[in-house]
């Protein structure tokens, strides 16, 4: 069996495959004679005739009147019966959607009797359809007053579905229509003629040297359509334009004065060149993207699974747990009606003996009567000794009738079940839905790889695991949420990230094959360069006086007798110079990120780079600590600093301190004005060293948000430096110190 294929620029498609795009969305079969409504969707002709808004020359026309243009692309149709727009009415205030034969809901906005009165003009009874809903997108379309006039054949698609059923029906043969019985098989079609012709046939009707030799002739078909396409409005006039804001072809007269007078419209060339090029791009991208579809699909399959699998097993796990409950009332109830019928039989035995006892009360009947014959008993010792016996007796009935107590409570007050709160349990009674985290930023870090930490509330049932998911925010492609494997703690690690990428991320739990719904989207922002890792350095420069070091991760600076003494030598002024420490790995190539954090109380830390050059005048000349204009970096506001930013030093260092994060006097970044310099000291400090571009960046770390940057002299290694004085204290990040950075011959 040949199959019939559209041809495409990269492959050819089994017309067989399409069939989902030629299902009309209204009738639910083949496309026949589809329209193009104004929201782009193919709609059948018979799925729309019936409700269309009929025109006013329409509506005053006789059934059997009918004006049809043959150069035309549509045909007017016969007004609907009355019966069939009567129950078309009926049902529109019921529906709203296509039913299986087509069937459109609408809105009637002229109401009409739904019986014909004898002599009644039948067109007086005709309702005024003003719009309707798309079967595909459930717009409300409205056809304004041309109705179907107004609406395009869409022919490409036309003959998309007849190539489609040749293709079904490739062993019924399409038969000449003007052969005599009987009919051969058709060999052409004329798309002039509209009819189908064998060989002999065809040379009859279309002879050489008549003007029907020229007609356009293809392979057999059933489907004609006109060679040109016509304009709507303009019934005589062929299309030759493209209107961009109504998205439809249009023409010349559209244009000059018609609807379409002061829209932007482009010609019929350039629209058929931008939209197949679109339509090519798309398609050359949907089939470049065919292994990602597949894998994809394949993803899909495996969570229709996996759904299907944990539907049933959550369904057997109800079904055991109603069961078990079942079980357990079961239980009760045999139980606690045990009880009560015990206690009831206990009861009436009772009540039923103290009756019978009362019952001998009674004169010539039980205890009394045989008291009275005992009375008769003449001889004295033979009364004496019943008598003896049978008073007692009496005595106790005597007493049991002054004091009347019932041997047994009727009452069951005391074996009232109380259900109350089991119904509310039971009203109550749902799926385990777990928690829904929350990502806690405080402890979250995210540099080239990323620590997500999470928690539940205090309250919250434990989980059996918890999946966590990150994509990072492309302004230039879409991109996609990345899952992790199960994790059964509150902290995961995420390898691999992108420098200087904004990144989502959102984590939910599990329990019992029940999902919780996902957290709230956090966003953290990758650094501009990988960590840099390092301790402080014990041994270069480091002053074992002023500086305390807590096992290389953190470094305080405190006041001491050193300091006290080094007062003495000041007459005027308090000045006193800083302590330097710096890290114990430096760098000599590529681009490179550190995080610290500066305590809150500290007087002044100076952070930065610098070089090995810089720092051996650091520690190895002697200094005149009484004069601050010395040191470029003393923190002293006298001016010394305002010059040695005009050229690149072999180091960078800004001032922090009080609580302030104060940008060096001078920058070329910004102004000497106080409140451009000094700005709110940022709980995470970061630096950027690009060795290559000769330049130092100063970030906020929580938002990376670059708060300076500056020309820098890499000339020899750059070290991490850092100064402080007075007291105050600088802490290394954990990431920073995790990750030991080691130079190779070719290190980045």
């Known amino acids: 069996m040949s199959v019939v294929s559209v041809q495409s620029s990269q492959s050819s498609v089994p017309i067989k495959n399409i069939e989902r795009e030629l299902i009309c969305p209204g009738c639910k079969e083949l496309f026949t004679h589809p329209l193009i409504l104004p929201c782009q969707h193919s709609v059948c002709h018979k799925c729309v005739k019936e409700v269309l808004l009929l025109t006013h020359e329409d509506s005053f026309t006789d059934a059997g009147s009918e004006c049809s ?33 087509g069937r459109i809901g609408f809105h009637l906005f002229s109401s009409y009797r739904s019986s014909t009165p004898t002599g009644k003009k039948r067109n007086s009874l005709i309702p005024r359809v003003t719009n309707f809903p798309c079967p595909g997108c459930q717009h409300d379309i409205d056809l304004g007053e041309r109705g179907i006039s107004g609406l395009f054949r869409n022919f490409t698609l036309e003959n998309i579905v007849e190539r489609y059923r040749q293709a079904a029906r490739a062993a019924v043969a399409i038969m000449c229509n003007l052969c005599k019985p009987p009919p051969v098989e058709a060999t052409k079609s004329c798309m002039d003629c509209k009819a189908s012709y064998c060989n002999e046939c065809f040379k009859m009707h279309h002879p050489w040297g008549t003007p029907k030799a020229q007609h356009e002739y293809v392979g057999p078909t059933t489907n004609f359509r006109p060679k040109v396409l016509m304009c709507p409005e303009h019934e005589m006039e062929k299309v030759n334009m493209y209107c961009e804001v109504c998205r439809r072809p249009v023409c010349h007269l559209c244009k000059l004065g018609g609807s379409h007078a ?124 019943t008598a003896k016996q049978l008073y007692p007796r009496i005595q106790k009935a005597t007493e049991a009738l002054r004091s009347f107590h019932p041997a047994a409570d009727p009452s069951f007050g005391d074996f009232a079940v109380d259900v109350s709160k089991e119904e509310v349990l039971l009203k109550e009674l749902g799926f385990s839905i777990p928690d829904v985290p929350v990502i806690d930023q405080s402890l979250s870090r995210v540099y080239n790889e990323g620590l997500i930490c999470w928690l539940l509330a205090e309250d919250s049932s434990p989980t059996d695991h918890y999946i966590l998911e990150y994509k990072k925010l492309d302004d230039k492609a879409e991109t996609t949420w990345l899952a992790t494997e199960k994790i059964y703690g509150n902290s995961k690690v995420v390898c691999d990230l992108d420098t200087n990428s904004l990144y989502n991320f959102r984590v939910k739990s599990c329990k019992k094959s029940v999902y919780s719904s996902y957290s709230q989207e956090v966003a953290f922002h990758t650094p501009p360069a990988p960590v840099f890792s390092f ?22 600076s405190v006041a001491g007798l050193s300091l006290l003494l080094g007062s003495e030598r000041i007459q005027m002024g308090s000045y006193m110079c800083l302590d330097y420490i710096i890290g114990d790995t430096g760098i000599d190539r590529g681009s490179h990120f550190w995080v610290f954090r500066v305590e809150p109380h500290s007087y002044l830390v100076k952070v930065g780079v610098a070089s090995d050059t810089k720092l051996q005048e650091w520690f190895h000349n002697p200094r005149d600590t009484s004069s601050p204009r010395y040191d470029h970096d003393s923190g002293h506001d006298s001016g010394s600093e305002d010059t040695c930013y005009d050229s690149s030093q072999p180091f960078t260092l800004v001032t922090i301190g009080m609580g302030k994060f104060i940008i060096p006097k001078g920058s070329t970044a910004t102004t000497s004005d106080y409140s451009n310099r000094v700005l709110p000291m940022p709980q995470r400090i970061g630096i950027c060293l690009d060795y290559e571009k000769g330049r130092v960046y100063f970030y906020d770390a929580d938002n990376m948000k670059c708060l300076w940057e500056r020309q820098v002299d890499c000339t020899g290694t750059m070290y991490p430096a850092f100064g402080l004085m007075g007291s105050g204290g600088v802490h290394l990040e954990e990431i920073i110190l995790g990750k030991r950075l080691g130079y190779t011959g070719d290190a980045q």
């Open 69 to 101: 243009n043959s150069g035309s692309p549509r045909s007017r149709l016969s007004s609907p019966s009355i019966d069939r727009l009567d129950r078309l009415g009926r049902s529109a205030s019921l529906r709203r959607s296509f039913g299986r034969r």
């Open 262 to 385: 002061n829209h932007k419209v482009t010609s019929m060339s350039s629209a058929y060149k931008l939209l197949k090029e679109k339509l090519s791009r798309s398609i050359h991208y949907l089939i470049s993207k065919e292994d990602q579809v597949k894998t994809q699909i394949s993803e899909l399959d495996e969570l229709i699974t996996h759904t299907q699998h944990n539907g049933e097993t959550s369904t057997r796990e109800a079904n055991l747990h109603f069961e078990t409950l079942f079980n357990i009332l079961e239980e009760r109830k045999t139980e606690m009606l045990r009880t009560i019928e015990v206690n009831q039989t206990t009861r009436l035995e009772k009540l039923k003996s103290q009756r019978e006892e009362y019952q001998g009360m009674l004169e010539n009947s039980g205890l009394v009567g045989y008291a009275q014959e005992v009375l008769k008993e003449t001889d004295q010792s033979c009364f004496v000794q």
């Open 535 to 556: 301790l402080f350095d014990d041994k270069c420069g480091f002053n074992t006086e002023r500086l305390i070091l807590n096992r290389r991760q953190s470094v305080e």
